[in-house]
């Protein structure tokens, strides 16, 4: 069954979004550098490119995913015309975050100082890294923040300590994910809500995944000799080893499943990428909207 997470409030947003996007210079898209590509929400991605805005892409969490597939990912969104992109991790996220109003300039030139300030939309799925970035700018709280998706629901104008203006948008997924493996890799990332999936399909999906493709990290963290078999197979291998039991020798599969899910999100199995720009493009069920053709703009 595929997964979707589509809760009421992000269509409302969606639909403020594209009201917004009128009244900005760039637009500043939060991904997680686990999945860029698929932590790019395509609904916003093509009401960008219908209002012609340039796009400032954001790599967050670059510790915690492989720094050769990221060097790869920096270089794809670097080709991409009218799109520049910088790369945040938690260690210097304060003093690298500083570069952004200089990218957002280079993309708007017409825009800078406090007479005719930058305008811009920061966006991105949930629970990427959207509303701490957003508090690291202006240094104080000004975004809720939670370990979990879909904490901000609205809008908010935020003005940092240069002029520059931030639309901040709510968390925002978009109403079908296609693919199976692109939705168990979402999921697996954090993205969507604890109701929308099966924590076990998506932990043991993880455990194959990362068999074939990061076997050390799991070799390490689980103390395995090898990583052979299926994921099911490796499911019950790993629990066994961690305790996950249950009276009558049956297995904790609630445990065990939030085990690895945290594992995987907090870094504890290595420096994981989920996909690299080669792989083949999630094909998002994209539906033409008038919401999204290109209007006259107001650059008051």
Request: glycine share 6%; aromatic share 4%; charged share 25%.
């Amino acid at each position: 069954m595929a997964i979707q997470w589509f809760p009421g409030h992000m269509n409302q947003a969606r639909k403020k979004v594209a009201e917004t996007l009128a009244k900005v210079d760039v637009v500043i898209e939060v991904l997680d550098a686990r999945l860029p590509r698929l932590s790019s929400n395509p609904m916003i991605e093509t009401l960008r490119l219908g209002r012609q805005r340039p796009a400032l892409k954001i790599l967050n969490k670059t510790d915690l995913a492989d720094p050769a597939v990221t060097k790869r990912w920096v270089q794809w969104f670097a080709d991409q015309p009218k799109t520049a992109v910088l790369m945040l991790d938690q260690a210097n996220k304060l003093r690298d975050s500083k570069k952004i109003a200089a990218l957002c300039l280079q993309l708007a030139p017409h825009r800078a100082g406090f007479e005719k300030p930058m305008r811009a939309l920061i966006a991105g799925i949930p629970n990427v890294g959207k509303s701490t970035l957003i508090n690291t700018l202006v240094r104080r709280k000004v975004a809720d923040v939670a370990d979990q998706p879909a904490v901000t629901k609205s809008q908010q104008r935020v003005e940092l300590p240069d002029g520059m203006v931030l639309i901040d948008t709510p968390g925002l997924m978009w109403p079908k994910i296609e693919s199976m493996e692109a939705g168990l890799k979402i999921a697996l990332s954090g993205a969507i809500g604890r109701n929308a999936y099966d924590a076990e399909e998506v932990a043991t999906f993880a455990l194959e995944w990362l068999a074939a493709r990061y076997p050390q990290g799991l070799q390490q963290r689980y103390k395995l000799e090898d990583c052979s078999g299926t994921g099911d197979e490796l499911f019950e291998r790993v629990a066994r080893r961690r305790g996950a039991m249950l009276p009558g020798g049956l297995i904790d599969r609630q445990k065990i499943s939030e085990l690895v899910l945290t594992d995987f999100r907090s870094g504890q199995l290595g420096r994981i990428s989920l996909e690299r720009p080669e792989d083949p493009p999630p094909m998002p069920d994209l539906v033409e909207n008038p919401d999204i053709a290109p209007l006259d703009d107001d650059e008051a």
